[in-house]
């Protein structure tokens, strides 16, 4: 055995005990969010049906921290800091003189990064006196997370999962139900929305975007008791996600060494700002120059396929307006594995700083990716979900450059979840029935031309 340190972990007293908030930092501010019906900018009363008044205020902040609640930091002591693993097995195997280090989150009790946020905005709607909350979930990550969280705090929850989720991975449907949460297979028909989708294809698989549509209804329809709760892209989610990266610079440093890129996939962009927000803000504030790379499936391609333009969160277009990169809301994305990656849009903040170059993005495909995470499993040991094989796969491109060029890079990567409830995914990739999907150009133009005509205040003159 030889004394090279491969693990980096923080004491629980390193737990962070604010959540940075990038609103503060950024050039220029985010596009307002607007009414659906009116195409006004939206003030904090127009989401008070749907989110408990802390969080809207979160989701408009722009100060810089925002003091994490004692309640909260007590339950993310359960799995927090953790761990930074220096992949020396993964370098040695790729033969690379990079050095890669990843952040693991798949040690949580849900097994990703969603509970970070999920114990936050459960504790502010019990806080808030709320009854219960509505959700959907697409792989499920989301679900198990948030009825994890609504068990400690004591919320009954509702999940209305993807149809085609709900019938492909049943055990994620028994750990929700373990945990307390009712759980529907959606589209379902106890939702006007839910039965408008059935009536024109009842074998409709569902999608993300037709989910939020039915969860979105049944809390705005409880007369305030119900709210509902998104498990990505809005703004307090990514903040709330910024514990990852906070921790990630005090590991590194423990390395002694800084990150040359920091890697990580973009579903609706909450794991991606987690880890990157706070690298962000040094690259803003402190003259760091690190490059922050996305990575998406070649499939679901909304950073580097999409346009920027203000678009609804879900299907039906009952959600107000966000200026986002969006494959348009009615895109239902071909059944790739990484289910988590399925969505029509991306985050705000995520989208704005693509924008503004401040970001890289690249799509891969699913046979690359699952490559990928063959390469990582068989070094490393740990499975990884198909999600953040899109970034290992990134990863390795990067890895492999620094050979051809003999640069001692330093990558960093964010490890988001396991894959342990992916296994018919990995199942396929073995069998040979897993295939490469480009999304056609044709299907991208006819949802462009789809786009709400808005007026786009940033735009106006
Ligand atoms: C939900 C999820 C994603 C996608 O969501 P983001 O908001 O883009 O992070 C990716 N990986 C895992 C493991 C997830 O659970």
């Keep these: 055995m030889t004394d090279a340190i491969t693990r980096y972990d923080l004491p629980q007293t390193a737990i962070p005990r604010r959540w940075y908030n990038i609103q503060a930092d950024l050039p220029r501010p985010l596009p307002p969010v607007l009414h659906p019906a009116t195409h006004a900018p939206i003030g904090p009363d127009d989401l008070a049906p749907l989110f408990p008044g802390a969080l809207i205020q979160q989701e408009v902040s722009t100060e810089r921290y925002i003091d994490i609640p004692d309640e909260v930091r007590e339950i993310y002591k359960l799995w927090r800091p953790t761990p930074l693993i220096r992949a020396r097995r993964l370098e040695k195997a790729l033969d690379t003189p990079a050095h890669i280090y990843y952040k693991y989150e798949g040690v949580s009790p849900s097994g990703s990064h969603k509970l970070n946020t999920a114990v936050a905005q459960a504790y502010y709607n019990k806080a808030a006196g709320v009854q219960g ?32 989720s709900f019938q492909q991975k049943p055990y994620r449907r028994v750990i929700m139900q373990s945990f307390g949460s009712s759980v529907q297979a959606s589209p379902s028909d106890t939702t006007d929305a839910g039965r408008a989708v059935l009536a024109q294809d009842p074998d409709t698989t569902g999608s993300l975007g037709i989910a939020i549509s039915e969860a979105v209804e049944v809390a705005a329809k409880s007369g305030g008791t119900k709210k509902y709760a998104l498990g990505s892209v809005l703004n307090h989610v990514l903040t709330h996600q910024t514990v990852i ?50 990575t ?33 809301r009615r895109f239902i994305p071909p059944p790739v594995h990484a289910g988590g990656l399925r969505y029509h849009g991306m985050a705000s903040i995520i989208s704005e700083l693509y924008d503004q170059r401040m970001m890289e993005a690249t799509a891969i495909g699913q046979v690359e990716t699952f490559k990928a995470a063959m390469t990582f499993l068989r070094a490393e040991g740990i ?16 890895a492999l450059a620094a050979k051809e060029s003999g640069e001692k890079k330093v990558i960093l990567f964010h490890l988001c979840g396991h894959g342990h409830f992916d296994m018919s995914a990995y199942d396929a990739f073995v069998s040979g029935q897993l295939h490469d999907y480009e999304y056609p150009q044709e299907l991208i133009d006819a949802a462009m031309a789809d786009l709400p005509q808005v007026e786009d205040p940033t735009q106006a003159s």
């Excluded at 989301?142 to 004591?154: E, H, K, P, R, Y």
């Excluded at 590991?251 to 890697?263: I, N, R, S, T």
Aim: with cysteine.
């Design 383 to 398: 499975v990884p979900a198909p999600e953040p094989s899109h970034a290992i796969a990134g990863v390795i491109r990067e």
């Design 296 to 328: 998406e499936p070649a499939a679901c391609p909304s950073l580097t396929r999409g346009v920027y333009a203000y678009d609804f969160g879900d299907a039906i277009g009952m959600t107000p307006l966000i200026k986002m990169h969006t494959l348009g």
């Design 133 to 164: 909350l509505t959700t959907e979930t697409g792989a499920g990550q989301w679900g198990t997370a948030l009825s994890i969280a609504c068990n400690f705090v004591g919320l009954p929850l509702e999940v209305f999962m993807v149809k085609v």
């Design 245 to 294: 990266g906070q921790e990630a610079l005090a590991q590194m440093e423990l390395a002694g060494e800084f990150p040359d890129v920091v890697v990580a996939c973009a579903g609706g962009g909450s794991n991606l700002g987690g880890i990157a927000l706070p690298f962000i803000h040094l690259n803003l504030t402190a003259g760091k120059n690190t490059r922050i790379l996305a």
